[in-house]
């Protein structure tokens, strides 16, 4: 097979099963950059639900999770209530430092019933969007198809009787990179939102400060924050927490959201007469999802005069968190421990406006259309067993401590400019959803096509749009439920007989073999060269003009 067929074949039978590829890693050149390889990333799990799960959401964001550090995939579950019971973490392979740089080209999701008894129920519905909701944990089967622009990307299927599969190439096919190194945040971008509130006697629901006069009494006795550490053994209640991001109706952070800084104004009164200075340490805690602590900061305030009842405090929090390693679902300030008794946002004549800025983090600046893969399972039964498999194909270039992965070299005489016409014009626009028994026929099904005299003729003669008809067939015909190597191959005949017609004018009857148009290859190029014989013999007029027909004879 030449050189640029070739490649196309292994490059479909790496991005469309990764898991199942058996190309070496570096063994293939990026198709959009001669100095990146090609690489596996492989990850699976299955999760036991808890005894309440009602329903889970697995959320893969390849290229988000690689640039922060680490590939990931999060699988939460949901009581009847919607609340969160349980959060997993499955690793891609190893972490991204690996590489000096590198960007995902294509990735593939599987979630499949595993549970060994029959009594499993529910159902699932995968989608591949290419934006990150807001309403995220909020998603239901309805919601999630609601939101997919494709019907060819997104489908359901019962969970007793199927799983599903995800799978979808970068419209950037690889070429979007970012610094891998270990402490760099690469391509980073930012939100800012500033919440401003003039003092009410609520809770404020579009600044997320608590409501005025409430008093915070500094407890010395939480000083010590462990990860067993709870919200409820800090801040248990509204009144103790100055600022929360639970408060505010909209909630500020994404699943791309892995850092954040945190700037708050704000004036506290005191509630009595203190001789000593004034000692405060606040406070500022991230938490997951899950509810668990993620990271934490402190800073401390001093007033040195003596102290006065009713005496305002002005201060300036300030709060800065690196990357890390989940997304960052909720901040909350609060007073942990002090030298008075209690202070109280302040509630006196001419306060000026409380102000809070919080700057969300994120690594993607560069790819705000990626491929976000999710899985809405719904009437789970307690203690299922849900399998999860993620297979990443990443472009890049090994860190200077991997010499031992070796590097790809180019097919010799590959065409990449044909090569990447190709990919956005063939693959990028098929299907991107399939249930699991649909995937093997599909890719079995491309793989023998692609190796066909038509296909071949096509690619050559840059006819993209029949190949897109001829695998849009395929494709068509294994969703409407078509089944078998075979059976589905008949669907896609009609079309491959009629796209022989193309290049150089060949019929439109379809070519059975490649011996047909070798011969007509050979015919043609000595009809040419029989008649530059005749016009030079007609026209020939001196000894030299013979010469150069002679010397034309490499044909």
């Known amino acids: 097979m030449p050189a640029t067929e070739q490649y196309i074949a292994d490059f479909f039978s790496m991005v469309s099963a990764p898991s199942e590829s058996t190309m070496m890693n570096g063994a293939l050149q990026s198709p959009a950059n001669p100095h990146c390889d090609l690489f596996i990333m492989e990850g699976a799990k299955t999760i036991i639900t808890n005894a309440s799960t009602n329903r889970i959401e697995v959320l893969l964001d390849p290229?988000?999770?690689?640039?922060?550090?680490?590939?990931?995939?999060?699988?939460?579950?949901?009581?009847?209530?919607?609340?969160?019971?349980?959060?997993?973490?499955?690793?891609?392979?190893?972490?991204?430092?690996?590489?000096?740089?590198?960007?995902?080209?294509?990735?593939?999701?599987?979630?499949?019933?595993?549970?060994?008894?029959?009594?499993?129920?529910?159902?699932?519905?995968?989608?591949?969007?290419?934006?990150?909701?807001?309403?995220?944990?909020?998603?239901?089967?309805?919601?999630?198809k609601q939101k997919c622009r494709r019907k060819s990307d997104q489908t359901m299927c019962l969970m007793k009787d199927n799983?599903?599969?995800?799978?979808?190439?970068?419209?950037?096919?690889?070429?979007?990179?970012?610094?891998?190194?270990?402490?760099?945040?690469?391509?980073?971008?930012?939100?800012?939102?500033?919440?401003?509130?003039?003092?009410?006697?609520?809770?404020?629901?579009?600044?997320?400060f608590t409501a005025s006069g409430v008093s915070f009494a500094?407890?010395?006795?939480?000083?010590?924050?462990?990860?067993?550490?709870?919200?409820?053994?800090?801040?248990?209640?509204n009144a103790d927490r100055l600022w929360d991001t639970n408060f505010l109706t909209e909630k500020p952070f994404t699943q791309g959201t892995f850092g954040a800084v945190?700037?708050?104004?704000?004036?506290?009164?005191?509630?009595?007469?203190?001789?000593?200075?004034?000692?405060?340490?606040?406070?500022?805690?991230?938490?997951?999802?899950?509810?668990?602590?993620?990271?934490?900061?402190?800073?401390?305030?001093t007033m040195t005069n003596a102290i006065s009842a009713n005496d305002v405090l002005s201060i300036d929090l300030h709060f800065e968190f690196p990357k890390q390693a989940?997304?960052?679902?909720?901040?909350?300030?609060?007073?942990?421990?002090?030298?008075?008794?209690?202070?109280?946002?302040?509630?006196?004549?001419?306060?000026?406006?409380?102000?809070?800025?919080?700057?969300?983090?994120?690594?993607?600046?560069?790819?705000?259309?990626?491929?976000?893969?999710?899985?809405?399972?719904?009437?789970?039964?307690?203690?299922?067993?849900?399998?999860?498999?993620?297979?990443?194909?990443?472009?890049?270039?090994?860190?200077?401590?991997?010499?031992?992965?070796?590097?790809?070299s180019a097919y010799d005489g590959a065409n990449y400019a044909k090569i990447m016409s190709y990919l956005h014009a063939v693959l990028l626009q098929m299907g991107r959803a399939s249930l699991h028994n649909e995937v093997e026929d599909l890719r079995s099904v491309i793989t023998h096509l692609m190796k066909t005299p038509q296909h071949m003729e096509a690619l050559h003669a840059f006819s993209?749009?029949?190949?897109?008809?001829?695998?849009?067939?395929?494709?068509?015909?294994?969703?409407?439920?078509?089944?078998?190597?075979?059976?589905?191959?008949?669907?896609?005949?009609?079309?491959?007989g009629t796209i022989g017609k193309v290049a150089r004018g060949i019929s439109s009857a379809?070519?059975?073999?490649?011996?047909?148009?070798?011969v007509a290859d050979v015919a043609d190029t000595a009809g040419r060269f029989g008649s530059e014989i005749h016009r030079y013999t007609q026209h020939a007029d001196s000894h030299d003009r013979m010469n150069r027909l002679y010397a034309m004879s490499d044909y």
């Open 63 to 144: 290229e988000a999770t690689l640039r922060n550090g680490q590939p990931k995939l999060y699988a939460y579950e949901y009581n009847n209530a919607g609340n969160i019971v349980a959060m997993t973490d499955v690793d891609v392979s190893a972490g991204s430092s690996n590489f000096s740089c590198a960007s995902v080209i294509a990735a593939r999701l599987d979630v499949q019933n595993s549970s060994s008894h029959m009594e499993v129920s529910g159902s699932m519905t995968g989608a591949v969007l290419n934006t990150v909701p807001k309403d995220v944990h909020a998603l239901t089967q309805t919601s999630l």
């Open 510 to 518: 379809p070519i059975i073999g490649g011996f047909a148009r070798e």
């Open 163 to 208: 799983g599903i599969t995800l799978h979808g190439i970068t419209s950037h096919l690889g070429t979007k990179h970012a610094t891998m190194e270990t402490g760099v945040t690469a391509n980073r971008e930012s939100w800012l939102k500033t919440y401003n509130k003039a003092l009410v006697t609520a809770i404020d629901p579009t600044s997320g």
């Open 262 to 301: 945190l700037d708050i104004k704000a004036e506290l009164a005191m509630t009595a007469n203190d001789s000593d200075q004034f000692d405060g340490e606040f406070m500022c805690v991230l938490l997951d999802q899950e509810g668990k602590l993620l990271s934490n900061a402190s800073q401390t305030v």
């Open 464 to 496: 993209f749009s029949d190949i897109g008809k001829l695998f849009g067939r395929v494709a068509g015909a294994v969703r409407s439920g078509v089944r078998g190597f075979d059976n589905v191959l008949k669907h896609a005949l009609p079309v491959l």
């Open 218 to 237: 500094g407890a010395a006795a939480n000083a010590d924050i462990t990860v067993a550490t709870t919200i409820a053994q800090l801040a248990p209640t």
């Open 326 to 408: 989940r997304p960052i679902a909720r901040a909350y300030v609060y007073l942990k421990n002090s030298t008075t008794t209690a202070v109280q946002l302040a509630a006196h004549a001419n306060t000026p406006v409380l102000s809070a800025t919080l700057r969300g983090l994120e690594c993607t600046s560069d790819i705000p259309d990626r491929d976000m893969f999710i899985v809405v399972a719904e009437g789970v039964n307690s203690e299922a067993a849900i399998t999860v498999q993620v297979g990443l194909v990443v472009s890049g270039i090994p860190s200077a401590d991997q010499t031992f992965i070796s590097g790809g």
